[in-house]
């Protein structure tokens, strides 16, 4: 099964995969935030034959939902009623600063950090979730 994982952001979107026939996830790509978000993941889900999505909600430490998740949870919505896959929402607390760590620790500039964020979030999303159901099993 290929899974798209998603981070959402409102400028950018960061996009990973699931490698097929294992529990890996690559980071794949950053699509702007326009009115066309929704064409553009329905090529992509069309190009890489994805069966599922995993989209990041950023709960507030908390463990409540604020601004940022509500619009998440709106978008999965979307999603859900445009694309026909199935939709994973997931626990994403501070990827994207883990995600910032982990760029910083392999010594990329902070122009190149700052443009790999995104897909860095999304590949973290996807990891944790491939993770949590290869426990499962």
Same mark, same amino acid.
């Given at each position: ?57 950023? &709960? /507030? ?7 940022? !998740? +509500?619009?998440?949870? @709106?978008?999965?919505?979307?999603? #859900? ?30 122009? &190149? /950090? ?7 979030? !999304? +590949?973290?999303?996807? @990891?944790?979730?491939?993770?949590? #159901?290869?426990?499962?099993?």
């Amino acid at each position: 099964m290929k899974i798209l994982g998603i981070d959402y952001g409102r400028k950018r979107v960061g996009l990973a995969l699931s490698v097929p026939f294992t529990t890996i996830a690559v980071g794949y790509k950053i699509i702007e935030m326009n009115e066309t978000i929704l064409d553009n993941i329905k090529e992509i889900i069309i190009k890489e034959k994805i069966e599922s999505i995993v989209i990041g909600l950023p &709960k /507030r430490m908390d463990n409540e939902i604020g601004q940022i !998740a +509500q619009e998440v949870v @709106q978008f999965s919505e979307k999603l #859900k009623k445009n694309l026909n896959i199935p939709v994973v929402l997931w626990d994403e607390r501070l990827s994207s600063k883990q995600a910032e760590v982990l760029l910083r620790d392999v010594n990329l500039s902070r122009k &190149k /950090r700052r443009s790999q964020t995104d897909i860095t979030s !999304a +590949q973290l999303i996807l @990891q944790s979730y491939l993770d949590a #159901k290869q426990k499962a099993l």
